[in-house]
């Protein structure tokens, strides 16, 4: 681990080494159906593609997000409470934070990422636009077991996980992911947590299918980043991208559609689709308060305050570890 100082900035460098990365395409486009997990998609390319999704018109659930912290800024600093551990597992730009940070006035911010060039730049431009506050940025994949790099005694921790990233995960697997951060903020500890919310097929939908095909060049980048960095020879415009609301589990699927038959090679392994074959890429569920209340209470989590736009698009919720 590597910390080195930076004024008020500190960096820890846990990012995971490459074969993790070539392991998990191997074995994930070996299998059938073929999968490869979401969390390849954050290099920096990948994130500022992200960054960019969420500025579409057709991306609610970020500008929806964003107003409920606004809105309810003060209350969910009452819930917080003064100088605490503040912990952002896939902070990204952190740019949801800021809102926040003046109200909150943390001891201490931890923003975790697995991009390790983005998170960095990220930790020290918000060191410089907030001078007062210390920071502690880890490069580490936050969806295996949570390791704090920092972790003051005595100091009251709270995780701050939006954007609906949890829907990414399968409902046993966020499950798990809840339960670990439970063990990591402790006992007293807290979560404010963002979900999005069941709603019509036609918006959800839009949501990930967007005008300008941003969202159709971030899928695509991630067969990009497995040509750069692990040999491969995906033809990209061979595959395009398809989002669509699967009803039964209630979530988005994204896939990448091979279209023709193909043979893709990455390193020595050689991989054949047909016309019509995809690799699934990311699921997004989707939930009602009361069912996330009940998943995250399966994890020792009880839910003290839930807030929702008028439309109830988007829900913001804060638990507490339950004692």
Known sequence: MNRPACGRVCLYDQSPVTDDFRQSVLTG???????????????????????????????????TEKALLQRHAAEIAEWVGPACLLIEPGSGSSDKVRLLLDMLRPAAYLPMDISRHYLFETARQLGREYPWLEIHAAC??????????????????????????IGNFDPPDARHFLRRVAETVGPGGGLLIGVDCKKDRQRLEAAYNDAAGITARFNLHLLARINAELGGDFDLEAFAHRAFYNDGPGRIEMHLVSLSAQTVHIGGASFDFEPGETIHTENSYKYTITEFAELAAAAGLALREAWQDEEKLFSLQYYEVAT
Do not use: H, M, N, W
């Open 29 to 63: 486009l070996a299998r059938r159906p073929r999968a490869i997990p979401p969390k390849f998609f954050y290099d920096a390319e990948g994130s500022r593609l992200f960054d960019a999704i969420c500025a579409c018109p057709e991306y609610y659930p970020t500008r």
């Open 140 to 165: 580490v994949d936050f969806t295996q077991a949570i390791s704090l790099p920092f972790a003051p005694p005595a100091v009251r921790r709270v995780a701050f996980f939006p954007g609906s990233s």
